[in-house]
């Protein structure tokens, strides 16, 4: 029988496979503990291991999990840069959910622009309290207004099509261009530097790789316009929170959304209330007005999970019984 270690579960995860396995009847063991090169040598006897987004397979831990006998690493989300594909030892595949629910995360994205710009965090504060005045609510209309999407993928795709459906303008940056579909939904491809001159509200929407890791930096805020307001729901290392803080400490920066942070692993997806363990930019993000901050919340819907359950299986099961996977990553 297929034995699979699930790392860094919560309960609706064993809630979510326990479900899809009835089908497969795989043997399971569920780990809170994430995955790191400490934890890898529990995978010996596994033959395959299921990791989430802040699980840790650099080349130490990948190969300690070659020694276990690990054949394969399933990646029960979309982004793999947790994975150190270049040095992934050589009989050992990995698998991802490419696609589970660009709706899930592109409506999440436009859920904290308009929490940030129509103020519904700080109004939901105020009248459980029982105040019912509007003063430093002030928010702006989204019609009429110039998006910046970086990534025109599954999900930048569909956010696009939600802003138009708002009545903007949109502006997109990607390293492929579908230019067809921009013409079929009217929106212009731009090189960043245009993206960042024009736009009043930028989304970020490409994975994180090698190449745009902290791409939203201190020159890149500086070329944009005065309020801007910047929505991450992809990856947080693609932003150098540093540059962020100070820039946003000089009021450059209108509104910050964030669903993903660049040292989140620590932080997301745990209650850390009680413990004194903390993070210094992430702290302070917290205490700023015009920042909303959600815990890498954006895929969690109930469809969302679904698929990722059940193409999850698919995979291994695709993968033992023929050695092939349409959703090899590498
Ligand atoms: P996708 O693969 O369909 O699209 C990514 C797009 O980004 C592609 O069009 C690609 O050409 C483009 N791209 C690649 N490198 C780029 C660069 N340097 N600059 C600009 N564009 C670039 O991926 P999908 O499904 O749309 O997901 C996008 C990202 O969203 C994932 O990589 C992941 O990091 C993030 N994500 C976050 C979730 C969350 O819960 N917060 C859940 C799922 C995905």
Do not use: W
């Not at 795989?26 to 699980?55: M, R, S």
């Amino acid at each position: 029988m297929i034995k699979i270690l699930f790392y860094d579960t919560k309960e609706y995860d064993k809630k979510l496979f326990e479900e899809y396995n009835k089908e497969y009847n795989y043997d399971i063991t569920y780990l809170e503990t994430k995955l790191n090169k400490e934890t890898a040598p529990l995978a010996k006897g596994y033959d395959a291991v299921c990791i989430f987004v802040n699980d840790i397979a650099d080349k130490e831990t990948l190969d300690i999990l070659n020694e276990c006998g690990v054949k394969l690493i399933v990646l029960r989300c979309a982004g793999f840069n947790n994975v150190d594909i270049q040095n992934l030892p050589e009989n050992m595949k990995v698998v991802r959910v490419p696609g589970y629910s660009p709706y899930a995360v592109a409506e999440h994205a436009v859920a904290l622009l308009l929490s940030l710009d129509r103020k519904i965090y700080k109004a939901y504060q105020r009248t459980k309290k029982y105040n019912f005045t509007l003063n430093g609510l002030l928010g702006f209309d989204i019609h009429g207004k110039t998006i910046g999407v970086i990534g025109t993928g599954k999900i930048g795709k569909v956010f696009i099509n939600i802003m138009k459906g708002f009545g903007t303008e949109v502006l997109a940056y990607d390293i492929y261009r579908d230019e067809q579909y921009a013409k079929e939904n009217e929106f212009r491809y731009v090189d960043l530097d245009e993206l960042y001159e024009k736009s009043d509200i930028i989304s970020l929407h490409c994975p994180l790789t090698k190449d745009n890791e902290n791409m939203i930096n201190k020159a890149a805020i500086s070329k944009m316009k005065q309020g801007v307001v910047i929505i991450n729901t992809s990856r947080g290392k693609l932003i150098n929170s540093d540059d962020l803080i100070e820039e946003l400490g000089k009021g450059k920066i209108g509104g910050l959304g964030l669903d993903v942070f660049d040292d989140e692993e620590d932080f997301f997806l745990n209650d850390m209330s009680n413990s004194y363990y903390r993070n210094t930019e992430l702290s302070v993000l917290l205490t700023m007005p015009n920042v909303v901050i959600t815990a890498h919340q954006a895929f969690f819907t109930q469809e969302a999970l679904n698929q990722i359950g059940k193409i999850s299986m698919q995979n291994i099961k695709e993968f033992f019984e023929t050695g092939n996977c349409e959703n090899f990553v590498n």
